[in-house]
């Protein structure tokens, strides 16, 4: 079965870095680029970059450059998104999932992590 | 860049009506547009690419087209099991961009 699993809800003061994990199974994790959406509370869906685990290139919205940072370990499958100074206006659902490339849709997805920022 | 709207916000439909949702592109684009249903509490699932294309599994109750710069979302026989906020979604020069929305509920 083709699936990616994230990692669990996180709970983080501002000013704290976090990385959140997702890691693919039952496909050729290497072969497919990985998009990273936001959702915060009662709101819609933002797309906010995608990265080949295959070499770790990546692509951000300008919405988001700067912000986060994606990164991948294709030995274990995984890919991440990172920040290294939380703001409580990143409390949101975080999900991964994984981009077909012949429609540019997303096909898998993860089944989100949600983080928290509060002190 | 492409702005896409979709219409409308919400909607609320009786069992077995049929549902139409828009989006439409600021400019002509390629069929490079999907379609998604998020339940609460779960992950977006695509229904829909390519505008028409069915993915696999997904009920033939669910439909896309496009005419011209619109695409359309059709729920031919809405089913209890339906309610969601469904979204489209296009990519075009590097950029994925989602619809705001539209909530879906039973009259």
């Known amino acids: 079965e083709v699936q990616l699993v994230q990692s669990g809800a996180e709970v983080k003061k501002p000013g704290k870095s976090l990385k959140i994990s997702c890691k693919g199974s039952?496909?050729?994790?290497?072969?497919?680029?990985i998009g990273w959406v936001r959702q915060m509370p009662g709101k819609g869906l933002e797309w906010m970059g995608i990265?080949?685990?295959?070499?770790?290139?990546?692509r951000y919205s300008p919405s988001f450059q700067g912000q986060v940072t994606f990164s991948a370990d294709k030995s274990i499958d995984t890919a991440y998104l990172q920040w290294s100074s939380l703001k409580a206006p990143d409390t949101a659902m975080y999900y991964c999932?994984?981009?077909?490339?012949?429609?540019?849709?997303?096909?898998?997805w993860g089944q989100g992590t949600m983080v928290t920022v509060s002190s | 860049d492409i702005q896409m709207t979709q219409s409308p916000s919400s909607l609320s439909a009786s069992v077995g009506d049929r549902v139409t949702i828009t989006c439409q592109a600021s400019?002509?684009?390629?069929?490079?547009l999907n379609w998604y249903q998020q339940k609460p509490g779960k992950a977006p699932k695509l229904l829909i690419y390519?505008?028409?294309h069915l993915e696999t599994g997904v009920p033939s109750r669910f439909r896309g087209s496009r005419s011209g710069t619109d695409f359309t979302f059709t729920i031919n026989s809405l089913e209890p099991e339906d309610i969601a906020t469904y979204y489209c979604?296009?990519?075009?020069?590097?950029?994925?961009?989602f619809g705001p929305g539209t909530k879906v509920d039973i009259k």
């Open positions: 999932a994984r981009l077909v490339s012949n429609s540019f849709g997303f096909d898998v």
């Open positions: 039952g496909y050729t994790f290497t072969n497919y680029w």
């Open positions: 990265i080949y685990p295959g070499d770790s290139n990546t």
């Open positions: 400019q002509d684009i390629i069929n490079y």
């Open positions: 390519d505008a028409s």
């Open positions: 979604q296009h990519y075009d020069n590097l950029l994925f961009t």
